[in-house]
């Protein structure tokens, strides 16, 4: 989803939420801000998310990150959590995936207020090995909360026209296709967007 003038690409609440998904049972992640020591690792599951000219850079991805009302969301690994709380729920089928064992972060989504009451997702990106758990569904609730927050009445993305996963898993959270950029990605893609209210 990423271009320049529009980017591929979603928290004030208290600085670590914990959600039990609906999907699978429950997932052992929490959701929390983004902390800068976790910016290489965030960067890295980016690179793996998407290919070479749609991934960002590192400079890419630190725009984003700073535009003004832009906020990142990390969900990292609950074990600790899990077991200090029965009511959070595991996927025993779970694996930690390679990417987290530097903070556990499993996945992260990017997204903006633009201060008209319009939210953007920037990006959302979980590692592989941890997808079909819940997790893109966790940091994509919680940053919707954090629009809603922010007093953003909708939202809208960018994904591929051939981004297939990305397509049912937004669909799923009810949002839709309103509009096409023609060849919106730098392989000459085209682009859906997407939007949903909010409130
Ligand atoms: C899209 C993405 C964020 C989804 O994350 P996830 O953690 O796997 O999503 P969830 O487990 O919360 O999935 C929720 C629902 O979305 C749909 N979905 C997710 N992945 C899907 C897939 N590969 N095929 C079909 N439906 C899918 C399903 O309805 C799923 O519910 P179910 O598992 O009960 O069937 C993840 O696949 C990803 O990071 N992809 C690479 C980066 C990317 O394309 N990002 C989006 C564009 S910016």
């Given at each position: 989803m990423s271009s320049e003038s529009s980017p591929r690409k979603a928290a004030a609440s208290p600085s670590r939420a914990r959600r039990t998904s609906r999907?699978?049972?429950?997932?052992?992640f929490t959701v929390r801000d983004f902390q800068t020591a976790d910016f290489d690792t965030l960067w890295r599951i980016d690179q793996d998310c998407f290919p070479p000219g749609i991934s960002y850079s590192r400079t890419e991805l630190k725009v984003y990150m700073r535009r003004r009302g832009s906020f990142t969301l990390v969900a990292a690994d609950a074990a600790r959590a899990a077991t200090a709380d029965p009511d959070l729920g595991t996927n025993k089928n779970y694996s930690p995936p390679?990417?987290?064992?530097?903070?556990?972060?499993?996945g992260f989504i990017v997204a903006e207020a633009d201060g008209r009451s319009h939210g953007h997702i920037i990006t959302i990106d979980v590692v592989a090995a941890a997808r079909r758990f819940g997790v893109g569904s966790l940091l994509l609730r919680a940053a919707e909360n954090r629009l809603r927050i922010a007093e953003c009445r909708s939202v809208e993305l960018e994904t591929a026209v051939d981004n297939v996963s990305a397509l049912s898993f937004y669909k799923r959270h009810g949002y839709s296709v309103f509009k096409t950029f023609p060849r919106y990605y730098s392989n000459g893609v085209d682009a859906l967007v997407l939007n949903k209210e909010l409130i």
């Open positions: 999907y699978n049972g429950g997932v052992p390679l990417a987290s064992t530097d903070g556990a972060a499993a």
